[in-house]
């Protein structure tokens, strides 16, 4: 089998899930030397506009341009992986949704708003069937870079299911929740290895939600350390406001 032709496109983000790609330089050249690199539009002039074997896409569905732009890359690749927070879970720009002004909010930023075809933010697969995701934002390189190296093997990639503070504990970390920083790691996916809590910064949950998130739990112990319910509501919806509402429905 010849190389595999990979593509790695951008819809409405920030760019930091490409750069996280670009920045793996210990394996990035050893990577470019068993895949077919054809588009990436960010570092190169030329670009395969398909089809492809596989395809990263990083952001949401917040235009309508994006909306046609994910459906002819789904319709391009044999694999279509959700890149970063943005992509997989809608990321904060979807939880806009709760705000309760949220018509207004373009007003307070452009003059104008006629140019604007947005539609309601939202994760890709609202819209297409994503075969796997990398959540993260941005998402963790090391864990990229063993999604590649497993797809080249011919592996199915394994999803993390651990909550960031198995690691944490792990590295013998001092809790931040013992001294009263509202930290989410009992509640969120652990992939990037602890990574806010071993730098003495509380997980904000950029990797959303555990899938067996046992919310109401969760919420007694941060009350326990005198977080209100509501903040950390508000915490826990930031990243990923839709999978976090399916799994308190499941409750
Ligand atoms: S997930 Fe985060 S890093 Fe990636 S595009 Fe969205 S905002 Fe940027
Ligand atoms: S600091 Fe955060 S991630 Fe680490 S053990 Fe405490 S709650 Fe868990
Ligand atoms: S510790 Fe939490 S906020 Fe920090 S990178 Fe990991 S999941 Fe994201």
New binding site residues.
């Given amino acids: 089998m010849g190389k595999p032709k990979v593509a790695i496109h951008s819809i409405t983000g920030c760019a930091g899930c490409q750069l996280t790609i670009y920045f793996i330089e210990d394996v990035l050249l050893d990577l470019l030397s068993k895949i077919d690199l054809v588009a990436a539009p960010m570092i190169q002039e030329k670009n395969s506009k398909g089809p492809y074997d596989v395809t990263f896409l990083e952001g949401s569905v917040s235009s309508q341009e994006d909306l046609l732009r994910v459906k002819e890359l789904r319709e391009k690749s044999k694999v279509l992986v959700a890149l970063g927070t943005c992509s997989s879970y809608g990321n904060i720009q979807s939880t806009l949704s709760y705000h309760k002004n949220q018509k207004d909010i373009p007003k307070g930023i452009y003059k104008t708003t006629s140019h604007l075809k947005s539609v309601e933010s939202s994760s890709v697969d609202k819209h297409v069937k994503v075969d796997y995701y990398i959540p993260g934002c941005p998402p963790d390189k090391t864990e990229i870079a063993t999604f590649i190296k497993d797809l080249l093997l011919g592996k199915t990639p394994k999803a993390y299911s651990k ?3 198995f ?3 792990l590295k013998e ?6 001294v009263g ?1 509202e ?4 509640v ?1 996916n ?1 992939a990037c290895g ?1 990574l ?3 730098n003495n910064h ?2 904000t949950g950029c990797r959303g939600p555990l899938d067996d998130l046992n919310y109401a739990a969760h919420k007694e112990i941060a009350k326990s350390k005198g977080v209100s319910g509501e903040l950390f509501k508000q915490r826990i919806i930031k990243y990923a406001p839709k999978k976090f509402e399916e799994l308190v429905k499941k409750l």
């Fill in positions: 909550p960031v503070c690691i944490c504990n970390n001092i809790c931040l929740l013992d920083k930290c989410l790691g009992p969120v652990g602890a806010c809590p071993s509380a997980c």
